[in-house]
């Protein structure tokens, strides 16, 4: 009687033990993932306010603007999965986020030169990167989002926060803007890396619409313009629809002297991520990476 | 005596506190001359503190060039749903394009091709865009043998009948394949002006690099004929200034002679006069 007692005690005492072990599974997974999108949204935060006070703190005279207040910004990385839908939402958002960020093209001159004394090139901050991961319904070998799918998602989808489209938000949203894609032929797909980059107004002075050329042509790249660059003989270039290929390279598209704000999406393939990194004439993140 | 001081006590302080009210807060007192004078400090503060912000409205088109693309598109599609063949028709030309770009896109996936207008600030602001499916772009130009395969169908004073004969028997067939015009994937339509080139619209065609069509100026004066071999591609017409004087005689691969388009009225083998003689069929 006695050791049957035993045995209904250690069984109760089991389960009160696995129940508690699978509650505290259950409440730190909960606060664990709370966490880290706190700790996202912290540093969006904290970059958002640092430009801000960047640019209320700047201080003019003589035509002269200095700005003393440093930048606390951070890339953050981001593994991120769901339907073709889903993907192009949490990459329009994240574009739409760091075009928020940095002040919506609202700043007269850019917001990382610390003075408009000396113009010089433009520079890009990588807001974040993003990998894509597989998902039950959008897999690695299934046909990516072309480059034209995601330009017109930009083009239709509201960007609820704003009550607007996103070509729009970027285009007038706070001052004028534009959204350029470098994707390669594969397109957005699980399996890939992205990095979305702010870069700034040229401080030239002079109005300079061209964005990419070929031999004094324009390629007629506009506000949104999903790009799809190719590896082929003379390396990586510009092809345009049906493959054909310009002698257009990502230096011309990043060293350009633009007076706008724009967003970059840009396809972290080991040739592009090379010459984006040479070409955009990268800020350092308070990592310092 | 006890109330009377209580009562001056209260009395004296009173009268100062009146006082003071008047000499700060009348209109013209004291403190409406300190506020005055932290506004003027404000607004200079304001002018040295802070960056200065510009603002972004939605971009528009002007009446006229919208009209222009509007125009342009009900021809395509008309020329599209036609059931003629080896038909011409007219969008009715582009106005002054400055500050704007027209691009078309062949997207090869979708079938379609995508018309972008670009305007606004920096002249990179997209204010149009419209697929129009089931058709890819083409163009009279390319090469010389594009061009003169093209002369010889149908810049002549034949008849219908028997340039349709031509057609159908020596170009585009499995036989003898001559192309008379060239598909393209991309054409960009703008405004050019300088001190050393010839002002007005230009086309061009980015994968045909330099050398061939892009490095001439105003290279559209199409009189704003479109063409349709097969009611799938839709051609525009380059062109180039006549060296040889008004007739319809020096065409190369940058395109057609501007007369042979109606630049010269007095031209009778140029496409508009063959149209209104009923030697060549319009799609519409």
């Not at chain 1, 889903?86 to 700043?107: L, P």
């Not at chain 1, 070409?279 to 350092?284: D, P």
Request: aromatic share 10%; with cysteine.
């Amino acid at each position: 009687m006695v050791h049957k007692i035993h045995k209904k005690g250690d069984l109760g005492f089991l389960v009160a033990i696995i129940i508690v072990i699978l509650s505290f599974m259950l409440i730190a997974g909960t606060i664990f993932g709370f966490m880290s999108g706190a700790e996202e949204k912290e540093a969006e935060t904290l970059c958002k306010d640092s430009v801000a006070l960047r640019a209320a703190a700047s201080f003019s005279a003589g035509g002269v603007e200095a700005k003393i207040a440093p930048l606390l910004c951070q890339t953050i990385d981001k593994k991120v999965s769901g339907s073709k839908e889903e993907v192009q939402q949490i990459i329009a958002d994240k574009m739409a986020r760091c075009w928020e960020i940095f002040g919506e093209g609202r700043y007269k001159t850019s917001v990382f030169e610390n003075t408009n004394a000396f113009s010089g090139d433009s520079k890009c901050f990588v807001c974040s990167t993003i990998l894509v991961e597989d998902d039950r319904n959008f897999k690695g070998e299934d046909t990516g989002v072309t480059a034209l799918e995601f330009e017109n998602f930009l083009r239709t989808a509201d960007y609820p926060k704003k009550s607007m489209k996103y070509l729009d938000y970027f285009q007038y949203g706070g001052g004028p803007g534009y959204v350029i894609g470098v994707l390669t032929p594969e397109g957005i797909k699980p399996g890939r890396a992205y990095g979305i980059a702010f870069k700034a107004k040229s401080t030239s002075g002079e109005l300079n619409p061209i964005i990419g050329t070929v031999g004094g042509t324009s390629i007629g790249v506009g506000a949104v313009s999903m790009l799809v660059f190719g590896v082929g003989t003379g390396g990586l270039g510009l092809l345009i629809a049906g493959g054909a290929a310009l002698g257009v390279g990502l230096a011309d598209l990043f060293q350009e002297d633009v007076t706008l704000d724009g967003i970059f999406l840009v396809d972290l393939q080991k040739d592009i991520q090379k010459e984006f990194y040479k070409s955009c004439n990268l800020v350092a993140d308070i990592a310092g990476t | 005596m006890v109330a009377i001081k209580k009562l001056i006590s209260y009395i004296i302080p009173l009268i100062v506190l009146i006082l003071f009210v008047m000499f700060y807060y009348n209109p013209t007192g004291a403190f409406e001359s300190v506020k005055n004078v932290v506004s003027d400090v404000n607004a200079s503060l304001d002018s040295i503190i802070g960056a200065e912000e510009v603002t972004a409205s939605k971009p528009t088109l002007p009446p006229a060039q919208q009209a222009d693309v509007d125009k342009l598109i009900a021809t395509m599609e008309r020329m599209k749903s036609s059931d003629t063949k080896f038909c011409f028709d007219n969008y009715g030309g582009f106005s002054n394009l400055g500050g704007t770009t027209i691009t078309l896109t062949y997207d090869p996936s979708r079938k379609s091709t995508f018309i972008k207008v670009l305007r606004g600030v920096g002249g990179v602001q997209e204010v149009f865009f419209k697929e129009v499916e089931g058709m890819k772009p083409c163009v009279i130009a390319g090469s010389e043998d594009v061009v003169e395969t093209f002369n010889t169908a149908f810049l002549n004073t034949n008849s219908w009948d028997v340039k349709s004969y031509f057609l159908n028997n020596f170009i585009d067939t499995q036989h003898l394949k001559k192309e008379h015009f060239t598909p393209v994937n991309s054409i960009q339509i703008t405004y050019k002006s300088g001190w050393d080139v010839s002002d007005g619209n230009i086309i061009r065609i980015p994968e045909f690099g330099t050398g061939t069509v892009n490095d001439v100026n105003n290279n559209l004066i199409d009189g704003g004929m479109l063409y349709t071999p097969d009611n799938e591609h839709i051609c525009f017409f380059p062109t180039i200034p006549d060296p040889f004087g008004p007739s319809c005689d020096g065409s190369d691969k940058d395109g057609l002679d501007d007369d042979c388009l109606g630049a010269d009225l007095t031209e009778d083998i140029s496409i508009t006069r063959q149209l209104k003689e009923g030697k060549l069929l319009s799609c519409g």
